[in-house]
Nanobody, 122 residues
Framework: QVQLVESGGGLVQAGGSLGLSCAASGSILSINRMAWYRQAPGKQRELVAGTTMSGSKDYADSVKGRFTISRDNAKRTVFLQMNSLKPEDTAVYYC????????????????WGRGTQVTVSS
């Protein structure tokens, strides 16, 4: 069974920093894209940042220059460093990964973590 487990959320004042991490575990053959999404109350889930195994990265315009995504392929972990946080960054942050499970090696499956709350106070 494949799992994504996020950690690192919390409460921070505006202008502060937080780091999130997400570790994939289980019967995994390979992982391609890993990404962070967020969902604020009453809003749709949106992409924050993503990175592929080859190292290419993309960011939402709203976080460019403030957030940095990185990954450790050996540890199957993706990180999100969030600096200069704003109240509008408050949301539940979800980890997402495209994974080939060992049990179904010909299929890429999108997995999601349960989410971690990030709250930025003004």
């Amino acid at each position: 069974q494949v799992q994504l487990v996020e950690s690192g959320g919390g409460l921070v004042q505006a202008g502060g920093s937080l780091g999130l991490s997400c570790a994939a575990s289980g019967s995994i053959l390979s992982i391609n894209r890993m990404a962070w999404y967020r969902q604020a109350p009453g809003k749709q889930r949106e992409l924050v940042a993503g990175t592929t195994m080859s190292g290419s990265k993309d960011y939402a315009d709203s976080v460019k220059g403030r957030f940095t995504i990185s990954r450790d392929n050996a540890k199957r972990t993706v990180f999100l460093q969030m600096n200069s946080l704003k109240p509008e960054d408050t949301a539940v942050y979800y980890c997402n990964a495209d994974i080939r499970p060992i049990m179904t090696p010909s299929l890429w499956v999108a997995y999601w973590g349960r989410g971690t709350q990030v709250t930025v106070s003004s």
